[in-house]
């Protein structure tokens, strides 16, 4: 059963740190692509952070550049996300999703994803 499930999630002020983690199970992180998106209340749900799993190529968008680091650990099947230096604006929930790799191309958008976890809370408070 392919399965996404998300943690490290919670309130931190601006200016923190918080590691999200992606449990992976049902398939292999090394045949897959991941990313990382996160949606604001009133919002469309936007990418982030992506990953190729087998090479670990990423991607990342301008509002996670410089601060967010993407990551894969193929033997313990895990996806992170690696925020620094928070702001208010990336309150959201975050989701991890995943496609299988036909392009070697890390970014994709939401539709691409066949998979996702059901998102863990972040609030930034200023």
């Known amino acids: 059963q392919v399965q996404l499930v998300e943690s490290g999630g919670g309130l931190v002020q601006a200016g923190g740190s918080l590691r999200l983690s992606c449990a992976v199970s049902?398939?292999?992180?090394?045949?897959?692509?991941f990313g990382w998106f996160r949606q604001a209340p009133g919002n469309e749900r936007e990418g982030v952070a992506f990953?190729?799993?087998?090479?670990?190529?990423?991607d990342y968008t301008e509002s996670a550049l410089g601060r967010f680091t993407i990551s894969a650990d193929k033997a313990k099947n895990l996806v992170y996300l690696q925020m620094n230096d928070l702001e208010p604006e990336d309150t959201a929930v975050y989701y991890c999703?995943?496609?299988?790799?036909?392009?070697?191309?890390?970014?994709?958008?939401?539709?691409?994803?066949?998979?996702w976890g059901l998102g863990t809370q972040v609030t930034v408070s200023s």
């Open positions: 990953i190729v799993g087998r090479d670990g190529s990423t």
């Open positions: 049902g398939f292999s992180v090394d045949y897959y692509a």
């Open positions: 999703a995943a496609r299988p790799v036909t392009d070697g191309i890390p970014g994709a958008g939401v539709g691409a994803h066949e998979y």
